[in-house]
């Protein structure tokens, strides 16, 4: 039975906060997989039924007494998949754990996989009531949160006195250094992955897929410091940037290195013998659960395929992937045997994207 709304402690709660002009305190955000049986009212839950984890508000939009959370959903430290029905959202209420306020059950689950199988990480808005005073989060810095785009604009690029767009810094080093698919030492390391190093307080992203334990990066990595990396591409002459359009034409917006498109049209043919970041960034449809980076128009799977899933409609999806030695670029909204995230479930790749998406190209090399 599907269910969204206050728990009744969390309207005992709001009742108090109106009586006495206090704005609502969230205090946390959990995520679970139980689910509810019959008989069961969720309005009486006062946790979740089955915890899985902590996850991340990252951000609030507040008008008079209605608020939207936005909490973000990462597989960073799950070893074993599940499926999401819980979302549990805490206040502060003076007891040590707080008190369950909003309570969501849901019946059409997302899968959740480990970090090990695919490494994922998407948004959920969440619309509740609270007080006409301005909502507060207690206790909570941004740490470890997976900056996007939008996020970045929002709180840091114009807040911070530069008055352009995070597009205009870069949009790569944004999708790039909004991801971390795990931290050194490594026992294996991805081709197109990004791993931060604690000792530098650095990310790299992996050139070459490694089977092995690696303690530090070596010259399989390329370094991604956000300021290093800024200032390289606001000097960088050769940069590539286009973006296929929902009717499957690609416009070019930079080409700095002689890149046409291919005789079918579908593709974006560069100079050989180059290695290639390629970031594509785009949102999903009701069609489209992943996205790839190919260099073939046949669509054949290989190590030198880059994916990324989501397994809900309508999110924004960013795939990142190194391409080497390839003179071809095709970029594909894929359909998956949903909730699967995996590339054996990859059914086919959508004939045209349902909403744009742009690309960005570096030259490694």
């Known amino acids: 039975m599907a269910f969204r709304g206050l728990t009744k402690k969390g309207a005992d709660y709001l009742a108090t906060r109106l009586a006495n002009e206090l704005a609502v305190e ?34 609030k939009e507040q008008e008079n007494n209605a608020i939207n959370l936005t909490i973000q959903i990462t597989n960073d430290d799950i070893t074993q998949g599940f499926y999401l029905k819980e979302i549990g959202i805490y206040v502060n ?22 970090k090990t199988d695919s490494v994922i990480a998407f948004e959920i808005d969440i619309r509740m009531e609270v007080t006409n005073s301005d909502a507060t989060i207690i206790n909570w810095s941004g740490k ?41 030492p490594l026992n294996e390391a991805i081709q197109g992955n990004v791993y931060y190093f604690p000792a530098n307080k650095k990310f790299y992203i992996c050139k070459e897929t490694q089977n092995r334990r690696i303690s530090v990066p070596d010259v399989k990595f390329e370094e991604l410091s956000i300021w290093e990396n800024r200032k ?12 296929i359009k929902y ?27 180059h290695n290639i970041l390629v ?39 960013t795939c990142s992937h190194v391409l080497d030695s390839t003179d071809t670029i095709y970029v594909r909204a ?15 790749y959508l004939d045209k994207p349902e909403n744009d998406i742009i690309v960005n190209c570096i030259l490694l090399d």
Request: with cysteine; glycine share 8%.
């Open 26 to 59: 969230f205090l946390k955000v959990e995520i679970g997989d139980g689910a509810v049986v019959s008989g069961q009212n969720p309005k009486n839950q006062t946790s979740l039924i089955s915890y899985k984890k902590d996850v991340r508000i990252l951000k």
């Open 93 to 114: 209420d003076s007891s040590s754990n707080g008190c369950l306020y909003w309570y969501c059950n849901e019946d059409n689950a997302q899968y959740i996989p480990a």
């Open 144 to 184: 470890n949160t997976w900056i996007n785009k939008e996020y970045l604009e929002e709180n840091y690029t114009q807040n911070g006195g530069y008055k352009g767009t995070a597009q205009e810094i870069d949009d790569r080093v944004v999708s790039a250094l909004g991801k971390e698919d795990g931290k050194f």
């Open 232 to 243: 390289r591409l606001e000097n960088l002459n050769k940069h590539l940037q286009y973006v």
């Open 247 to 273: 009717n499957n034409t690609i416009i070019f917006q930079k080409n700095d290195i002689g890149a046409i498109l291919t005789t079918d049209g579908l593709g974006v043919r560069i100079p050989k013998n």
């Open 279 to 317: 970031i594509a960034t785009g949102s999903t449809g009701n069609n489209s659960y992943a996205m790839g980076v190919f260099p073939n128009v046949e669509k054949r799977f290989s190590e030198h395929c880059g994916f990324s899933f989501y397994p809900q409609n309508n999110s924004r999806i």
């Open 334 to 348: 894929l359909t998956t045997k949903a909730p699967h995230t995996h590339p054996q479930f990859i059914i086919n």
